[in-house]
């Protein structure tokens, strides 16, 4: 849910550096930009101020366009342009935008003109706390949004009714809205052919993880094992304020059915700490031959706290969605894209048998916390065996895993001076070995790590907040005869 909290003690505090950049090169805004503390380095935030869920993903022509409620641009997904803080216009002083997405209307169904860009949220109105969906139409490449004067265009008056998916459904040329009623833990489907008249058709949920909230639902279809011609629908949502759950099926423009033999426990996007309102991009060039994903890093536990100064919140680096067939079943993999590759620089390789005990990692030392690694763990052998990350002052983040229970634990409770709370925890799942191998893709940004165990299959997103300080990597094994192999290399900074 994207409150879209901009303080105002930033905004002067950046009008401020502005005014003494004109007078004194000592203290110029460009000297400092993206480089404040704990600035990630390689992922997306704005240049100052809140950024939230990840809103309105799509692809058109040739570039990606995101927003949150802000809005930037991309043709890589490696290096963005922040096009305006504030995209939406014509509102009234009591409402704000929540978490929504945004279409491209090239057929002109709702009147106002072809290839209009068309935002699709959740009003919320600040006195009577009521959640309703709404549209705002741009006819400037979707940097400004115009809101509807007929708005809002669904509303059950409901206050736990938010953040709507909006895509055209080609089969029925119908398009379909996918809405949480959040405590009530469903996905709600409605239908419509100009995007202002809306009907309900269909209920999904509860199901899985129930316990407490379901909202920023998205559908997707996502090839099965490479295969183009056969693909499945895949509902995700986010569950708890904290954690994403993800369900396969199929969807024939008015309900979603679970596939046959889907499991009743839940399928976790991401079994991390910090990964949470994922969108998927919507191609509208018809071009892309992936399935594309951002989520927020961030839980709502401490997001408002964070010690960052730039502002609140920033993106995950972008993933690569599939389905694979596993022993167990169909399962969705997300992996790093590959053009992150650019980025690297200074590469090390290494390989050699672990030693009993704990030791720093001398083969690659980096001096700043933007790096990635590539790691390959045999697992023939009983041990445990791990990394520790961004040692230093006392303080690290722990990753260590069991070959006998295959329990890969994650423990990030010493690893910050910051006082955030209900930050000191840690997070642990079975990660079975493939090929009798244990493989950690690891990417480490000035306050985050997100790991990609065996081909994405098992993923783990946490913020860590170290201080300058805490740059060291160690390695440690309790047993004998667990083997490594390391490629590892520095990571560019996007914004230089």
Not at 43 to 72: C, N, T, V
Not at 161 to 186: C, G, N, S, Y
Request: net charge negative; proline share 5%.
């Amino acid at each position: 849910m994207n409150k879209i909290i901009v303080s105002s003690m930033i905004r002067i505090l950046f009008l401020l550096g502005v005014f003494m950049g004109i007078f004194s090169p000592l203290f110029s805004q460009t000297d400092v930009l993206y480089e404040e503390p704990y600035r990630s380095q390689f992922h997306f935030s704005p240049r100052e101020g809140w950024i939230g869920d990840p809103s309105g993903l799509i692809y058109y022509q040739g570039k990606y366009h995101m927003y949150w409620w802000g809005k930037a641009e991309s043709k890589d997904l490696i290096h963005y342009q922040q096009v305006t803080p504030f995209a939406m216009t014509g509102e009234n002083s009591d409402i704000r935008y929540f978490t929504g997405s945004v279409v491209v209307d090239k057929n002109n169904t709702a009147g106002f003109g072809q290839g209009t860009y068309i935002a699709a949220y959740t009003i919320f109105e600040e006195n009577s706390k009521k959640q309703a969906q709404g549209i705002s139409f741009s006819h400037d490449g979707g940097k400004t949004y115009h809101y509807y004067e007929g708005n809002p265009v669904l509303d059950i008056w409901s206050t736990e009714f938010r953040d709507p998916t909006v895509f055209w459904h080609e089969p029925t040329q119908k398009w379909i809205m996918v809405v949480a009623k959040a405590l009530e833990k469903k996905v709600k489907f409605y239908t419509s052919s100009n995007l202002k008249d809306w009907k309900w058709v269909s209920d999904f949920g509860p199901f899985g993880d129930a316990e407490k909230s379901w909202e920023c639902p998205d559908l997707f279809q996502v090839a099965v094992d490479g295969d183009s011609n056969n693909k499945k629908w895949v509902l995700v949502v986010s569950v708890n304020w904290k954690q994403e759950q993800y369900f396969i099926g199929d969807f024939d423009g008015t309900s979603f059915k679970l596939m046959e033999n889907h499991p009743v426990e839940p399928l976790y996007v991401d079994k991390g700490l910090d990964y949470y309102a994922s969108r998927t991009f919507q191609d509208f060039d018809g071009t892309l031959d992936t399935k594309i994903s951002l989520g927020w890093i961030a839980t709502w536990d401490y997001a408002p706290a964070v010690p960052s100064k730039y502002g609140k919140g920033f993106w995950s680096i972008p993933r690569e969605l599939e389905l694979k067939t596993y022993p167990e079943g169909l399962r969705m993999i997300q992996k790093p894209i590959s053009a992150l590759q650019e980025l690297r620089y200074n590469p090390v390789h290494w390989e050699c048998p672990l030693s009993v005990g704990t030791q720093k990692l001398t083969k690659f030392a980096p001096d700043k916390n933007t790096y990635e690694m590539d790691i390959l763990f045999s697992t023939t052998s009983s041990n445990t065996f791990g990394l520790n990350l961004c040692v230093g002052n006392g303080r690290k983040v722990v990753i260590s895993y069991d070959t006998d229970s295959h329990n890969l634990v994650i423990d990030r409770t010493y690893c910050t001076s910051a006082e955030l709370p209900k930050f000191a925890r840690m997070s642990y799942s079975k990660v079975e070995p493939l090929n009798n191998q244990l493989r950690l893709h690891i990417f480490v940004d000035t306050s985050s790590i997100e790991i990609f165990a065996n081909e994405g299959k098992d993923v783990f997103t946490l913020l860590t907040y170290p201080d300058e300080g805490q740059t060291g990597i160690e390695i440690f094994s309790h047993k004998k005869g667990t083997k490594m192999n390391l490629n590892a290399w520095m990571l560019k900074s996007i914004w230089r």
